[in-house]
């Protein structure tokens, strides 16, 4: 079994030996969606691995779900399971989601909701929520990119995922410095 590097990785075949590694260790340890994962990996045909291209830089305050601009990618698999995350757009980038609080609103928590999909289906959802206590004060939370993550089971196929943002009442909803990625284990 192979040891994780320390750091964030960077380069596609760093990505992919942290994902090679996770498939030894999850493959021991549980099931995805009730399909127990066999001993000593998945046999697969091929990997599929997708980004989404450029860098995703967001804010609203709609109170309405919107697509986060330049968060959706497109993945080819043979119905193995799928790993779904965020990372930073690049090493210098300090990539994370939030939520800041626009009014003079003390009591009131201020959060953001965010989802990813695949192919128009809810396949991961999140909050980020604070309730400041001191009036007429600008209030962030943020998580860093790599903190958004799950495993997904699709069926064989082309699938698109996308990430979504809905922003709670005297709010923004905020991605900065943000890609997706996924990749098939």
Request: charged share 20%; proline share 5%; hydrophobic share 40%.
């Amino acid at each position: 079994m192979g040891v994780l590097p320390s750091g964030n990785p960077r380069t596609f075949s760093e990505v992919a030996r942290f994902f090679r590694i996770i498939n030894e260790r999850l493959s021991e340890l549980f099931s995805i969606h009730g399909q127990q994962l066999p001993r000593g990996g998945i046999k697969r045909k091929s990997s599929s691995f997708a980004f989404s291209s450029g860098e995703a830089v967001f804010s609203d305050s709609s109170g309405s779900w919107v697509d986060v601009p330049k968060l959706s990618l497109t993945i080819t698999t043979t119905g193995n399971p799928v790993f779904v995350g965020l990372m930073n757009f690049d090493e210098q980038a300090r990539g994370y989601i939030g939520a800041s609080k626009l009014g003079p609103t003390a009591g009131l928590a201020y959060d953001a909701d965010f989802r990813a999909s695949r192919d128009g289906n809810i396949a991961w959802r999140g909050l980020l929520s604070e309730k400041p206590a001191a009036l007429n004060v600008t209030d962030y939370i943020y998580v860093p990119a790599g903190a958004v993550s799950f495993l997904d089971a699709p069926s064989a196929g082309s699938h698109t995922y996308k990430m979504q943002a809905k922003s709670g009442t005297e709010t923004s909803a905020l991605v900065q410095g943000v890609k997706m990625f996924a990749y098939e284990i």
